[in-house]
């Protein structure tokens, strides 16, 4: 377990910055738009924020630049090393969810993405189990 993920009750908490994009929904293939998301585990959903630099100028509070882009229910969901025809960035993962929708998930720091994957291995196998 690393530093500055948490175990609270069944389930761990992480929160950083990440490289994503959606490639599907529901089976259908989507065309990726790749950006850095701040990106939070809480009670088995990871949540995608938009990237506040394309938040709409004006009246934004700064507090409230940080909005949600996408959950993901981690109960039933998959995640695995990307292979190579996925995507031609390094340290990418790709993830599934019950309800087939999927996402690559990539930062180029090897440590950050592999503690991102083993909280998020273990944070699966923590709902398979309840
Ligand atoms: O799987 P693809 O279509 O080769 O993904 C690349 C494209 O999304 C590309 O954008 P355009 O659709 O505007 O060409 C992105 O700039 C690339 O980053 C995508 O490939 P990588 O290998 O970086 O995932």
Redesign the pocket.
Same mark, same amino acid.
């Given at each position: 377990q690393s530093s500055d993920s948490q175990q609270h009750g069944q389930t761990l908490e992480k929160a950083g910055i990440l490289n994503k994009t959606k490639i599907s929904e529901n089976g259908k293939r989507l065309? +990726?738009n790749?950006a850095h998301s701040w990106t939070v585990l809480h009670g088995g959903i990871l949540t995608f924020h938009k990237d506040p630099k394309f938040a709409p100028a004006g009246n934004a509070h700064k507090t409230n630049q940080i909005v949600p882009e996408f959950t993901v229910e981690l109960r039933g969901a998959t995640v695995h090393w990307a292979t190579k025809d996925k !995507? !031609? +960035?390094k340290n990418v993962l790709e993830l599934k969810t019950r309800h087939g929708s999927e996402y690559l998930v990539q930062y180029d720091t090897e440590s950050i993405i592999t503690d991102w994957h083993k909280v998020i291995v273990e944070t699966i196998r923590q709902l398979d189990v309840e």
């Open positions: 065309r +990726k790749w !995507s !031609s +960035k």
